[in-house]
């Protein structure tokens, strides 16, 4: 008799851990075939080279005033010297803080276009989650795979988002 309850209890504890639903998702995948990706792509990458024209351009003219400051310097009185050293400085500076600013702005495109993305992904696999009854959905794409059985539902996430 005891080693019957004993045996009902051990069901008992370990039933609800059978029960258990596990399914697995690479999130990073699943971001790389949503449609608006590449038009997000599009966009961060048209900004970026504006930027990296614009970056090119403001080099080549601190260049051609270095320049002209190493031929003339020798020559030029201390006055006219210490003022084109200080336009290089300042230029020097505007460079940087014209590439801090440009890699700013960068992110914050990035972030408003891939924000709605994620959380658009984030949903679809909640409600997957949710209409299948997983327990848990681990992100492969992360590299801490705690479990590595279960299901795939990348078929099931896209079907949801209408990704074929």
């Known amino acids: 008799m005891r080693k019957l309850l004993i045996l009902l209890l051990m069901i008992g ?33 048209e900004q970026a080279a504006q930027f990296e024209t614009e ?6 003219d601190m260049q051609t005033k270095y320049d002209d400051y190493l031929a003339k310097a020798e020559s030029w009185p ?18 940087q803080d014209f590439s801090q600013t ?25 409600d997957v989650g949710a209409e299948n009854q997983f327990t848990y959905i681990f992100d492969s794409s992360t590299g801490v ?9 990348m078929e099931l996430v896209k079907k949801k988002l209408g990704i074929q």
Do not use: C, W
């Open 13 to 45: 504890a370990v039933s609800p851990l059978l029960a258990q639903k596990f399914g697995h998702i690479d999130s990073q995948a699943l971001l790389l075939s949503m449609p608006e990706r590449e038009t997000a792509q599009k966009q961060i990458e």
């Open 55 to 60: 970056m090119t351009r403001m080099q080549t």
């Open 78 to 95: 201390e006055a006219i010297r210490k003022t084109k050293e200080k336009e290089l400085n300042q230029m020097q500076q505007g460079l």
């Open 102 to 126: 440009a890699q700013s702005a960068i992110a914050q495109l990035e972030e408003e276009l891939l924000t709605p993305m994620i959380e658009r992904a984030k949903k679809a696999i909640e």
């Open 145 to 153: 795979t705690l479990y590595n059985g279960g299901e795939d539902i």
